[in-house]
């Protein structure tokens, strides 16, 4: 675990909002100079705090207006892979995010689709068609509020 002062939790929260900001801007914003931005930002990513800077897409205006978690639960847990099912189902263009979870359904899928008909020919001709998927439990996200996570 790396050690965060003040101005490193300030610098992940900036981050968090807004990860096309340049080390100047975030250097003025934070009271530093350019390259004092950028080495702080190099030392966290070296660390492991930071993992990436993510492009995130508007599903909606792209045309996906339904959105979906899906609870799968294995039908065969002994007869079927793990890494099969997280193969074929990481091929369905739609699914956005397969998550292997503990409790009642062994993944947690996030879908996209253009609509409820769409979704539900996802469902049917792709996602209960992959190899052991069994029981399906399915959630329509009706609204969202994206939050940066605990930063020390």
């Known amino acids: 675990m790396i050690e965060l002062d003040d101005i490193d939790r300030r610098l992940l929260r ?17 009271g ?3 390259p004092a931005a950028w080495r702080r930002i190099r030392r966290l990513q070296e660390a ?5 800077r993510r492009l995130r897409l508007n599903a909606e205006a792209l045309g996906f207006g ?3 978690f899906l609870g799968v639960k294995l039908a065969r847990k002994g007869q079927v892979s ?9 091929a369905i263009p739609e699914v ?9 359904y062994d993944y947690r899928l996030r879908v996209v689709a253009r609509d409820l008909p769409d979704f539900e020919r996802v469902l049917r001709r792709r996602i209960m068609t992959l190899p052991g998927a069994g029981e399906v439990e399915a ?3 009706l609204s969202e509020e994206r939050r940066p996570g ?3």
């Not at 968090?16 to 801007?25: C, E, F, I, N």
């Not at 492991?48 to 990436?52: D, K, N, S, T, V």
């Not at 793990?82 to 990481?90: G, N, Q």
């Not at 956005?96 to 009642?104: D, F, I, M, R, W």
């Open 48 to 52: 492991g705090a930071i993992r990436g």
């Open 32 to 34: 530093l100079s350019q």
């Open 150 to 152: 605990p930063i020390g």
């Open 139 to 141: 959630n329509v996200l």
């Open 96 to 104: 956005q995010t397969v998550e292997h979870v503990l409790g009642l």
């Open 14 to 30: 900036a981050l968090a909002r807004d990860a096309s900001q340049s080390a100047g801007a975030l250097g003025r914003d934070l």
């Open 66 to 68: 339904v959105t979906v």
């Open 82 to 90: 793990l890494e099969d099912f997280e193969r074929a189902v990481s």
